[in-house]
């Protein structure tokens, strides 16, 4: 039996395509896309606004970034088992923080890059149109060789040029206060404090409109295209927006309470909906919730492998920062499970599950000049949740399953 009723109404389908179209519609933000992921197009920006040198250092230190042969030949290592493993690291926060990360692998010669980087830094236009953004992406895409995904939150001031622009597209009214002099916010009412709701996963009335303008701002501007995508509304507007755009694709955040089996089977209706011509969908991949059993993460992994929806993979976070939840949550036997059963999972640390200064979600909403005076200690943390996926993916390896890492991270 099909949906009762439709998800989107006319009026919403109109204004998102209105908005694509403005940004150029499907084949042109799929080109802009495509042309933007070129390390000689990303570094030539990067040097017209200034930050070539820090391009240059990335280069060095990749040289030095360990090898998964190296580690398998070493320790003998033969891939045995069914239950491949993907690796994810979280927290990653614009050029110079990554940059830190990357020196000290690179200094210990030991740590194996990880297949996945999230990021939780604000798409504001500074960040997007002052060449950092595009930096971070020329680092950990280009030169490393990892998948990154940016965090757009519809609480990120915004000028009031975007939004009269926007209003203007879609013909619609955003409820939005001055936070400073030329810039808008909008107005969010669902916070009990100020991480209670992740600093502005707030996707009321018709918000979704400010989520895809944001990601539709960065992808054409830098050729981001992967994107942490929070909230009901906005996964439906997102697997309807980027059905036609092929190269943009979406992470489902744990935030959303994919907790069980009901709800996946709620997610995966909406990207049943709004599936692509070839098959598939604009999601990626599914964050399930941290107070999942092994049990029911293999569960959902066998119902999402039966929905007949190819390429989605399902991830779980192995180490938490305190304020994520649980004090002391660790789920690395539960992962050991999950693998053994012959089902595949990415492993994601939003910490290395030691207390750390910064190792924090406050520390992800920083100021940017905070960040940027703290962006030492800040890639501190961010190489230790790295050395901890790393040695969790080596014991992985060690068991007789396939651990996946960055492209860097291999010889040829």
């Known amino acids: 039996m099909g949906l009762h009723f439709d998800l989107l109404s006319r009026k919403d389908i109109e204004q998102m395509d209105a908005l694509k179209e403005s940004y150029g519609g499907a084949r042109g933000i799929m080109k802009s896309i495509e042309n933007m992921r070129k390390y000689e197009t990303r570094k030539k920006i990067a040097r017209e606004k200034g930050y070539g040198e820090t391009l240059e250092k990335a280069e060095e230190y990749a040289k030095s970034i360990a090898k998964v042969e190296d580690f398998l030949g070493k320790e003998n290592i033969r891939v045995t088992k069914d239950g491949v493993v993907t690796t994810q690291v979280s927290g990653w926060q614009g050029a110079p923080v990554a940059l830190s990360c990357l020196r000290r692998m690179a200094e210990d010669g030991t740590t194996l890059a990880p297949k996945e980087m999230i990021s939780v830094m604000a798409l504001t236009e500074d960040y997007v149109y002052n060449g950092e953004l595009i930096t971070t992406l020329a680092m950990t895409e280009n030169l490393v060789g990892s998948k990154f995904c940016n965090a757009n939150f519809v609480s990120t001031p915004l000028s009031n040029e975007c939004y009269a622009r926007l209003e203007r597209i879609a013909d619609e009214k955003f409820e939005t206060t001055e936070s400073s002099p030329g810039m808008r916010a909008l107005v ?174 406050e520390t992800y909403f920083l100021s940017k000049e905070e960040r940027l005076a703290k962006a030492d200690g800040i890639g501190e943390v961010l190489y230790h949740k790295s050395v901890r996926c790393s040695e969790d993916a080596k014991e992985m390896m060690r068991r007789g399953h396939k651990a996946l890492l960055a492209k860097i991270s291999y010889k040829n």
């Not at 502005?200 to 895809?212: K, M, P």
């Not at 069980?260 to 964050?287: P, T, V």
């Open 188 to 361: 969010l009412k669902n916070q009990g404090t100020f991480f209670g709701n992740f600093g502005g996963i707030e996707i009321a009335n018709n918000n979704h409109l400010v989520y895809l303008d944001g990601i539709s701002r960065a992808a054409v501007n830098t050729g981001s295209n992967f994107f942490l995508n929070p909230s009901w509304s906005s996964i439906v507007a997102g697997c309807y927006y980027a059905r036609d755009i092929e190269n943009m694709e979406f992470k489902i955040s744990m935030l959303l309470a994919t907790q069980n089996a009901i709800q996946l089977r709620m997610l995966s209706n909406i990207m049943k909906e709004y599936i692509r011509d070839d098959g598939k969908s604009a999601i990626y991949e599914i964050n399930l919730g941290n107070a999942m059993s092994p049990e029911m993460f293999i569960q959902c992994a066998r119902e999402l492998r039966a929905s007949g929806i190819p390429d989605v993979s399902i991830a779980a976070h192995l180490r938490i920062n305190p304020d994520l939840g649980i004090e002391n949550f660790d789920w690395t036997e539960n992962a050991h499970k999950v693998l053994d059963a012959g089902i595949d999972m990415t492993i994601k640390y939003e910490s290395d599950g030691t207390s750390r200064p910064l190792d924090t979600m």
